[in-house]
């Protein structure tokens, strides 16, 4: 799964949904932005949320959600 922000704060807002959820970054999702310190900045999960995770991630305006697929 990828969630793409395309502003700074939807990134740091998922990032601190994923970390209250116990995820960490470096072992079960990664950040990659192509042009720093500028968005949009992907999140890249290595592991499957749970749909509580899920619902609060999909509530943040200014996020993009994709799986594995591409969908």
């Given at each position: 799964?990828?969630?793409e922000c395309t502003t700074t704060i939807a990134?740091?807002?998922v990032v601190s949904i994923l970390m209250s959820a116990y995820l960490w970054p470096g072992?079960?999702?990664r950040?990659?932005?192509p042009r720093p310190p500028n968005p949009p900045i992907r999140l890249t999960l290595s592991?499957?949320?749970p749909?509580?995770?899920v619902r609060r991630v999909q509530g943040?305006?200014?996020i993009r959600i994709a799986d594995e697929r591409g969908v």
């Open positions: 799964m990828q969630i990134a740091a807002e072992r079960e999702f950040m990659t932005n592991v499957n949320l749909a509580h995770v943040i305006p200014d």
